[in-house]
């Protein structure tokens, strides 16, 4: 069982910055892959950013050059540093991560965390 905890969110003007946070608690034998989704209301659930166990990171078009999603492995944690936000950032956030239980299992399973709100607003 992984349970994954936000927090960061809130309300900032446009042009502002927000960093967020994602706690990985429970037992687990490995973190591989972590990620932020958002979904705004009327909208459907959108990928913003990944980053693997090893490094890599992968981006939505939209947050390219303004997001940077980061991990920090001794800490289960991962992190979003989101500067120049604009109103259409504005969106329920959520953290995902894809964990190994024990050591001995072929695949991980997804955990969500209950997400986290920014608005951008002026």
């Known amino acids: 069982q992984v349970q994954l905890v936000e927090s960061g969110g809130g309300l900032v003007q446009p042009g502002g910055s927000l960093r967020l946070s994602c706690a990985a608690s429970?037992?687990?034998?490995?973190?591989?892959?972590m990620g932020w989704y958002r979904q705004a209301p009327g909208k459907q659930r959108e990928l913003v950013a990944t980053?693997?166990?090893?490094?890599?990171?992968n981006y939505a078009d939209s947050v390219k050059g303004r997001f940077t999603i980061s991990r920090d492995n001794a800490k289960n944690t991962v992190y979003l540093q989101m500067n120049t936000l604009k109103p259409e950032d504005t969106a329920v956030y959520y953290c995902?991560?894809?964990?190994?239980?024990?050591?001995?299992?072929?695949?991980?399973?997804?955990?969500w965390g209950s997400g986290t709100l920014v608005t951008v607003s002026s």
């Open positions: 980053i693997a166990s090893g490094g890599r990171t």
């Open positions: 995902n991560a894809r964990a190994y239980l024990r050591p001995f299992d072929l695949y991980g399973m997804d955990y």
């Open positions: 429970g037992s687990f034998f490995k973190l591989n892959a």
